[in-house]
């Protein structure tokens, strides 16, 4: 065999292992997330409907990945709001899901767990397929 093809089925090799390695995480968190109940109000992806058809209870992660793409402090932010929950009144999702507010989880899910889930959600790709 020679460099080139050696080059290119090394570089295969990364990249499934790769790809492998991104796949048990992503099981990872979706475990995480359902365990913690975060399933019941939200999607990875956007257009799945709510209850009775209405408009989900919280946003699709990849819709929440894509607002807050390079925010400063986004990751610090969401983690607190993911505890602490969110207020009604500054809802920034109104008129796109059927949820007023996120209600505080910080009995159901570890802070620990909460920024590792949230750092996954950010780095969701968000890229349409």
Do not use: F, R
Not at 4 to 12: D, H, R, V
Not at 46 to 59: L, V
Not at 97 to 105: E, I, Q, T
């Amino acid at each position: 065999m020679n460099k080139q093809a050696l080059c290119l089925l090394a570089g295969l090799a990364v990249a499934s292992t790769a790809a492998l390695a991104a796949d048990k995480k992503d099981d990872a968190m979706v475990a995480l997330a359902t365990k913690s109940g975060c399933m019941t109000c939200h999607h990875i992806e956007p257009g799945a409907s709510g209850p009775d058809g209405m408009a989900p209870i919280g946003p699709a992660w990849k819709d929440v990945s894509a607002k807050y793409k390079g925010v400063k402090g986004a990751e610090e932010q969401l983690t607190k709001t993911v505890l602490n929950g969110s207020n009604p009144y500054e809802s920034h999702w109104k008129g796109k899901v059927s949820g007023l507010a996120m209600p505080p989880n910080h009995v159901a899910i570890k802070e620990a767990d909460a920024k590792q889930l949230v750092k996954w959600i950010l780095a969701l790709d968000t890229a349409k397929k």
